[in-house]
Each structure stands twice: as structure tokens, then as C-alpha cells.
């Protein structure tokens, strides 16, 4: 009887130290890009703690390059997400709400540009473009986005489609509301908390993408993009900003979105 | 008399997506079957499509040691994120009570650094002499010449953390679900903590280890960010390959061929993990 107590004592603490030591392993490159951020610069690459430094934080476009390339980034970003959850959402509905000739097809499509790995996508994108002469660039990069932002969206968009409840729709159609009109009022308020969701996830791709950016760029340059280029050469310590700022903008993002979605639960009593 | 109405609706919500998904997915991967069985290249004269499926011979020969390595870095890094995740799903689920929602947060954490600042900040903590190897080489604890960067070691453990919510999340929904119910009939039939988990539990978690690991297993083998910026010139992956055949030396076919072969590859790796798993495995 005592051992199995004493088992019982060591897999519970052995459960907790594990969870923790992973809880440290997954916060511990956040911890030190912040503190990075805040390093006093000597050398070209500073990985080293020489000081207390605000610097980088109070001119963080002092690099070169480094605040077209965000521009550059935030711009595509926020085009993309917006076309892509406009496309994505439409399929969802189409997808959901009737059938269709091709919507199976469809489904293994989509599957498949979520499963192949970014360098196929990427290397097989650059070859079509170059194959058809199309200069790569901003416009190239902005297709190549949208294309992998469209699945995702997509996939979020139907599990909430399915999820509600239809009778709803059927209601106000009895009651003589328009296809429109019922998409309009009570489906598209319904499903706004996962296009909201779909949308910032893919925000969030297109400025964190850098694989198939890559391939697609041409001369164009974003902070992804910047990032790999400078690595090779200094490491100014205004990276480790940008990434701190980009960091807690998606930080407080989530979490708004997470609290606006729970509250709007709670008062309609869905919870 | 019947009338066959075609509802056009769907077909032009779907339009856009479909027509997207077809012009810049499913036309690039077929231009890129053709590019691999083309001889030539894009600076000298073009190139030709003249079913030289050799390219695919020689791609295999020229690069099996990547094709490898990539295969065995993907593993070893999976199962490290299965490793490290699981536990910490666990404790979520069990233990997390009301917290449980503050305890996912750091499960996604790695989406929310930039990919590439997230990589640039392992080079600075295993840096030969930043915080980690540093301190412990100050205190006497490591040799001073000792290093981790450039190594395997950095590559596999920078891989699992990439992909970990990959891995954790669908062990996660498939922790969620188990009925308490089940876990109280365990210990009243005097399971102990460990028998419950390792006949209750863990069966009935599988499905979720298994997409996870799936879900982890095929980025991980195509990345080549981390095995450039974290691992040695000497053992990059397969990835590399593709990526400096493409934009550096610019010989498309046979990198094509590789491209194309990694997609089989990982097709066929696949489909034998999920024979292995049994089939219960992927209905559960």
C-alpha cells in the first residue's frame, strides 16, 4: 500500500515537472527575443548580454531596409487576408449549404494544398511562373498568399457552418426572408466570430511566410525576407523588436478576439 | 412533365476558390511533372519536355543521403514534439481546470513569433556562448569548447518546437473527449494511475497522436530553414536541395524531380505509418 502511494506521489509530480519543463522549452525563444531586444549592440552579432539598452526600441527602423520590407509585409498581409477569407468564406458556404457537382473534388484539393509541404508548393509555383514568363514580384507573392490563406479559411469557415444551428435559416425562410436576406441577418452574424478567427489566421500566414515567399519574391523584400538576409551578415538587435512588437500585436489579437467570442456566448446563452 | 432546375448558386459562391485552387495549385504541381521529365535548363536555350524520366534516376542518385537525413530528422523531430507535447496536453486536460484555456496559450506561442525571429532566437540560445552553453561552460559544467549549433541536435529540437502545436493540438481534442466516467470505473475496479493510463488513456488518445504526428512529420521533412540557419553545411536536407537547385544553380528538372519525389516519398511514408497504426487508429 505505501508504494502505490509513493507511486501515485511520483507520477503526479512527474506529470507537472513534465508539463513544465515543456511550458519552458515553448516560451523560451520568446524570452530571449525580448530580451535581445533590449541588448546593448557591440559586435555584429550580438547573442551575448553586454547591457541594458532601450536603443533599438526608441529607433526601431534605424536598420536599413527593415521598414520598407514591414511595410511591404503588413500591406500584403492585410490584402491578402481580406481576398482570401472573401474567397474562402463563399466556398464554405457553397460547400455546406448545397451540392454540387465537384464540391468532393474539392474537398481532396483543399486537403492537399493544407498537406504538401511549403518548398513543393513554392518550387512548383516558381516553375509555372518562369514557364509562362511572368516576372515574379509583389503580384506573384500576393497570388502565391491568397492560393495557400484560401484552404485554411475554408476549413474553419465549414466546421462552423456545420455546427449551427439550421433550423434558424429554415425559420426565417418560413417567415419569408430572401436567400439574401437570411445570409444577411442570421447566417453571416452567426459565422462572424469564425471568418473574424479565419481571417486573422490568415493575416497571420501571409506575414509569417517565408518558404514559398521565397521562391515567388523576385527583387521583392519582406520582413521574413529581410530577416534571412541580414542574419547571414549582422543582427541588429531592432529584429528582435519587430518580432517582440509583431509578437504581442498577435498576442492581444487572439486574446480580444477569444474574450469578445466568449462574451457574445454568454449572452446568448449558448454556454 | 418534369423540370430539371440547376441551381447556379453554388457553383458561382465556389467559383472563385475553385477556380484559385486550380490556376495557382493544381496547373503548378502538373507544369512541375513536365518541367522533371524536361531536359535543359532556363539560361541556356530553354527547356525541353522529352520524357527524360532519367532526371528522377538521378535525383535519386545524386541526393538520396538528403533524402534520408530529411526523412530521419522529420522522425526524430516528431517524435521529440510527441514527446514534449504530450505530457503537457495531458496536464492541460487533467489538471487544467478552469486555467485551461491560459495553459493553451503557450501551446501556440510558436505561431506567433515570426518563423524566421523564432529560428534566429535559437541561434542566440544555443550560441557557444550565450545563455545556455555560456553559463553552463562558466560553471564548469560543459568543456569550453563545447557546441550545439551546427549539430543535429539543434536541427531536430528546433524542428519539434516549429511544429508542436502541430502535434498537440489533435492530442489535445482527443484527451478532451475521454469521459471522466471511464477514468473513476478504472480506479474503482483498482487501476492504479499508471495501469488506467496505460489501458485507458493512452488507447484511447492514439487517433490524436497519430494526426499529430502526421500533421508535424510532412512540414518537417520539407523545411529547410532550420537545417541551413541552425545545422551544418555538411548535413542539410533535402529541402536545401530543392531550394539552392532552384535559385541558386537554377537546374530546374532535376530539381523538379526531387520536389516530386519527396511528395511520393511522403505519400508512401504515410500510407505505411497508417498500415502500422491499424486502422482504428484512423476511424477513432
Redesign the interface.
Known sequence: MKTAKLGRFFSYHLLTAAAGLSVLFLLAPIGMMIALSFNQVIGRFDFVWHGFSAAAWLHPFAVDGLLPALEISIVLAVIVATIATSIGTALAYAQVRYKFIGSGALDLILLLTVATPEVIIGSALLDLFVGFQVETGVITMFISHVMFDIAFVTIMVKSRLRDFDITLEHAAMDLGATPALVFRRITLPLIMPSIVAAGLLALVLSLDDFIISMFVSGQVVTFPLFVWGTARIAMPAQIYVIGTAIFLTLTAALFTTFFVDQRRARRMGLT | MTIRRI?L???L??L???A???V??????S??VV?SLSEGS?DDGGMNFTWHWQNYLDAAQQFAPWFIRSFEYAAIGTGLAIL??Y??A???VF?GGKYR?ILLF?????????????T??????L?D???IL?TMKHLGMLPDGAYVLGTTTAVVFALA?NF?PFAVLPIYVSLDRIDPALLRAAADLYA???TTFRRIVLPLSLPGVFAGSILTF??A?????NAM?LGSPQRQMI?NV??SR??VTLD?PL??AA??A??FL?IVAVTLYARLFGTEGLTG
Open positions: 441551381n448558386s453554388p457553383y459562391l465556389a472563385p476558390g475553385a484559385w485552387l486550380a495557382f495549385f493544381l496547373l503548378p504541381i507544369r512541375q518541367t532556363i514534449i507535447g505530457p503537457l495531458y496536464f492541460i489538471r484555456t503557450p501551446v501556440i506561442v510558436p505561431f506567433l513569433i515570426t518563423y524566421l525571429v523564432r534566429v532566437s535559437w541561434q542566440a540560445l550560441a556562448d550565450g545563455i555560456g518546437y508542436l492504479n494511475p499508471l510532412i512540414p521533412a520539407g523545411d529547410f530553414v540557419m529541402g530543392i531550394q532552384y535559385l530546374y530539381a523538379a520536389s516530386l519527396l511528395m511522403m
